[in-house]
T-cell receptor, first 112, second 118 residues
């Protein structure tokens, strides 16, 4: 039990599908993050939310659409993805003033 | 420019022996935090150890210790008495304090794959 829960753990979707990844934390953290981890690449920060407001978007294509309805939940809506978007998507949370992040177990996405 | 450099893509160690995983970093911020995470094949990023830039002593957490050499900007992870369950990817990461009260984001190196041999 990490305190950050991601669902689903695995997802296979076609290029024309629409799906959503969900992240939930019950740690009382006010910052949440989406990272993408592709094979043999460093983790890439995608989006940052602080107190439900998006504070960073690292030039992520619009086919990835984040949503943060409250400080405990973070979604990543996916549509018309490409095969190169296949990766492990990791969610993390942190508390302002703390250095460390707590990560979820990730969603392993395969785009076919 | 790469801020976190891990030069060892893969390492092997014999069970019960110690191993050092290298990490160098680059920052001009006087205040920052250094982290090591373990990622087993399941994908979860597990926090191992933290070192603050102003900490005088090297951090230790059980079998993990961080060899912090500030002048050399290095933060190597030492795992003592390796176990088979230590086989995983290990990532070094840094978070800068930033200015004006804002904090930078956690940035990662490319990782080192550690394999423990029985």
């Amino acid at each position: 039990e990490t305190g950050v829960t991601q669902t689903p753990r695995h997802l296979v979707m076609g290029m024309t599908n629409k799906k959503s990844l969900k992240c939930e934390q019950h740690l009382g953290h006010n910052a949440m993050y989406w990272y993408k981890q592709s094979a043999k690449k460093p983790l890439e920060l995608m989006f940052v939310y602080n107190f439900k407001e998006q504070t960073e978007n690292n030039s992520v294509p619009s086919r990835f659409s984040p949503e943060c309805p409250n400080s405990s939940h973070l979604f990543l809506h996916l549509h018309t993805l490409q095969p190169e978007d296949s990766a492990l998507y990791l969610c993390a949370s942190s508390q302002p003033g703390d250095y460390g992040y707590t990560f979820g177990s990730g969603t392993r996405l395969t785009v076919v | 420019a790469q801020k976190i450099t891990q030069t060892q893509p893969g390492m092997f160690v014999q069970e019960k022996e110690a191993v050092t995983l290298d990490c160098t970093y680059d920052t001009s911020d006087p205040s920052y935090g250094l982290f090591w995470y373990k990622q087993p094949s399941s994908g979860e990023m597990i926090f191992l150890i933290y070192q603050g830039s102003y900490d005088q002593q090297n951090a230790t957490e059980g079998r993990y210790s961080l060899n912090f050499q500030k002048a050399r900007k290095s933060a190597n992870l030492v795992i003592s008495a390796s176990q088979l369950g230590d086989s995983a990817m290990y990532f070094c990461a840094m978070r800068e304090r930033g200015y004006g009260g804002s904090q930078g984001n956690l940035i990662f190196g490319k990782g080192t794959k550690l394999s423990v041999k029985p």
